[in-house]
């Protein structure tokens, strides 16, 4: 399983919390951050390209997310920021084979899928 997620729970509004995606072998793909909420349509909310490390926001998560690259490439994290009931969902991590600038915030070309790590966002 090349993508395995962890860090979801429960937080209150305007609280954080950080998602990991262990993402094993896979050197030359975008790692993506998508979220479903019940009822909703899957949405990318940040990816960063393999490349150069450059990450790249949805936004309604601007300024509130980041997305790092670490342990030698084999770890991305989600620092998530002042969280409101709308970003309460299901967040998987994805990866898809990318080695041109930017990364993608769309599904379309994705290789492989997390099993998601559940974020509830409530008083």
């Known amino acids: 399983v090349p993508l395995v997620e962890s860090g979801g729970g429960l937080v209150q509004p305007g609280g954080s919390l950080t998602l990991s995606c262990v993402v094993s072998?896979?050197?030359?793909?975008?790692v993506i951050w998508f979220r479903q909420a019940p009822g909703k349509e899957r949405e990318g909310v940040s990816c960063?390209?393999?490349?150069?490390?450059?990450?790249h926001y949805a936004d309604s998560v601007k300024g509130r997310f980041t997305m790092d690259r670490n342990n030698g490439g084999n770890t991305t994290s989600l620092r998530m920021t002042d969280l409101r009931p709308e970003d309460a969902g299901v967040y998987y991590c994805?990866?898809?084979?990318?080695?041109?600038?930017?990364?993608?915030?769309?599904?379309?070309?994705?290789?492989?899928w997390g099993l998601g790590t559940p974020v509830t966002v409530s008083t």
């Open positions: 072998e896979l050197p030359h793909y975008a």
């Open positions: 994805a990866a898809d084979f990318w080695v041109a600038e930017g990364c993608p915030l769309d599904s379309y070309g994705i290789d492989y």
């Open positions: 960063i390209n393999a490349r150069d490390g450059s990450a």
